[in-house]
């Protein structure tokens, strides 16, 4: 009896982790992706979904934004974690300098991060909440790529 009451005060007092934002293709798109979820979303990279966030191969740059459902704003600064796949292994590691912050408020998107280059077109990058809130609901990061790979040349993004 005492065991089974250790466990339950040991689950209950457990703390709750953010769930991983769901990923998908943006509409339109043949290489851009979107994660949606609660404002702290994140990327458990142990765990981290095998459709998570955007194929590297034949991009050679994306911008992030962040946006708040319809009818809502984003009310605090965001900043995102990123994260590559390496693409033999399939295993997800931190990647710093793709790491986005804004300090901007008010609106439903804003662009997180300056864009980024693409140095080695392989593997994936995907994105987990550090900080940020919205009015309400859910958010969606985008991954949007805005350059072909100096490899490649013959497909849209």
Known sequence: MKTI?????????APSFAADC????????????????????????ATADAAAGMWLNG?????VWVCAESGQ???TAFSLTAYAQEPYSLLWGPQPQWDATTTATGARCIPIGAGFQVDSPAGRVAYGVSAGAVSSGNITIKIIATGLGRYDGYELL
């Open 22 to 45: 769901t990923w998908s293709a943006i509409t339109g798109a043949t290489r851009s992706r979107q994660g949606v979820g609660a404002a702290s979303c994140t990327l458990t990279p």
């Open 73 to 75: 704003t984003i009310t």
């Open 5 to 13: 009451l250790a466990f339950l005060v040991l689950l209950v007092a």
């Open 59 to 63: 991009v050679g740059g994306f911008s």
